[in-house]
């Protein structure tokens, strides 16, 4: 059996709600969480949890102090979110183990870490003149396609949460 393992990891995000819904997709997933300081709320906060509420048992969540902290704790492959990139997130072949790197609302990851990273730089297509997408769509987009090509390994092809009504 392959070992997959999905990292998704949110650069000092600030707003919960976000961080709430990115949380609910790695619960639903099996995809891990890492959240990277600091942060724009505590993560006792009320919108964070509700945002995610009945799923925070299935989270498999990471801490870190700082970026620099986490690339001495995780072994990569890291590949990094950012409107600015030139390729499409749909152009990679992911690895079975794989980091997808999602900056902050506001400014997104740091420029010099992008530009130092191109190779590995991604972006999901859009409109010329849109900005960008919210952050918990863009992970759970990503997220989403790096599961399709490894084959949706471990998640259920139909649910039985209707009771098999539907």
Not at 34 to 49: C, Q, S, T, Y
Request: some cysteine; proline content about 5%.
């Amino acid at each position: 059996m392959q070992n997959f393992q999905l990292n998704l990891v949110l650069v000092e995000p600030e707003i919960p709600q976000n961080t709430g819904n990115v949380a609910r997709t790695c619960a639903a997933t099996g995809a891990r969480l890492h959240l990277v300081e600091p942060m724009g709320f505590r993560i006792d906060n009320a919108k964070l949890k509700r945002a995610g509420l009945d799923y925070w048992h299935m989270l498999d969540i990471t801490y870190h102090d700082s970026l620099a902290e986490f690339f001495a704790n995780t072994p990569g492959p890291y590949y990094y979110f950012s409107s600015r990139a030139q390729q499409a997130h749909s152009a990679v072949d992911y690895p079975l183990q794989v980091y997808l790197l999602f900056g902050k609302e506001t400014l997104g990851l740091p420029d010099e870490l992008v530009q130092a990273n191109l190779q590995h730089a991604l972006r999901l297509p859009m409109l010329h003149d849109a900005r960008c997408l919210n952050l918990s769509n863009s992970v759970a987009v990503a997220a989403y396609e790096v599961l399709r090509q490894w084959g949706y390994p471990g998640l259920a092809e139909c649910s039985d949460y209707f009771g098999g009504t539907q």
